[in-house]
């Protein structure tokens, strides 16, 4: 009576250490990694482009697609000749961003060096929300004005943050829509460039979407970094109270 939950304690303990290391298995190869790192924006990719971006051939690039499709890494939908990838879900991403977070814990604070490097820390989209530096600025801005409260992993969305976000343009699903629990609608998300947590979830796909809609931000081509437009750097300013500038740009004021 005393083994049998010790056991049964060891039969789980196993079953997860195997789960573990089968999907730390397949990102765990650098091909593989690039692939799912190029995808992190939630975009759609050939497999063509996926070979290209991890410097494979396409027949390696076919047989490693194979194996992440079939492990619910990614999805793929055919359109014409091509078939198109893209992360299965918003936890894979999730999942990446934290191996990533997790890894430079012990290091020195990410610094950007190139140009791409520099964007990247700036402003990026990890899978359908805004990262880095200006996601910062953003969520830090939204609890000054008390727009919302941070917890440990959430948010809660103030009454006058309720207003502000309908006034802006987002619709907010009702506070016990059970729609809205799976996202997690006012998720916290840790940023691994600048090792603060920044608005994810639901909330924060809806506020990217919005910059996007009203032209505040553009994507950059083949990578994660997004442009602020010079109406997003206007709005960012006027409407958050955010200077989205170029730091060479502060300098001239």
């Known amino acids: 009576m005393v083994l049998a939950p010790s056991f049964n304690c060891r039969r789980e303990e196993m079953i997860t250490g195997h789960i573990i290391a089968e999907i ?3 990102v765990g190869d650098p091909a593989r990694a690039t692939m ?7 975009r759609t990719m050939t497999a063509s482009e996926l070979a290209h971006a991890a410097r494979v051939t396409p027949q390696t690039a076919s047989t490693h697609l194979g194996k992440l499709t079939k492990a619910g890494l990614l999805s793929a939908d055919r359109n014409g000749r ?19 977070a997790v890894a430079l814990e012990k290091r020195p604070r990410f610094r950007p060096l ?29 609890v000054a004005r008390e727009y919302i409260v941070l917890d440990d992993k959430a948010a809660e969305i103030t009454t006058a943050g ?43 796909a809806a506020i990217t979407k919005r910059f996007f809609d009203l032209g505040w931000m553009e994507r950059m081509k083949r990578s994660h970094a997004v442009i602020v437009t010079p109406l997003g750097r206007r709005g960012l300013q006027q409407t958050f109270g955010v200077d989205a500038s170029e ?3 502060r300098r001239k004021r």
């Open 82 to 100: 091509h078939r198109y990838f893209r992360l299965a879900s918003p936890k894979v991403a999730e999942m990446i961003e934290g191996i990533v």
């Open 162 to 204: 309720t207003r502000f976000f309908t006034e802006f343009g987002i619709a907010l699903p009702a506070r016990r829509s059970r729609r809205s629990t799976p996202r997690h609608f006012c998720r916290l998300c840790l940023d691994w460039t600048e090792r603060r947590p920044h608005i994810a979830g639901a909330l924060g």
């Open 24 to 26: 730390a298995t397949l």
């Open 36 to 42: 799912v790192s190029a995808l992190l924006d939630g």
């Open 114 to 142: 190139s140009p791409q490097a520099h964007a990247v820390s700036g402003a990026r989209i990890c899978y359908d929300h805004l990262a880095g530096r200006l996601s910062i600025d953003l969520t830090d801005s939204l």
């Open 247 to 249: 730091p060479t740009d």
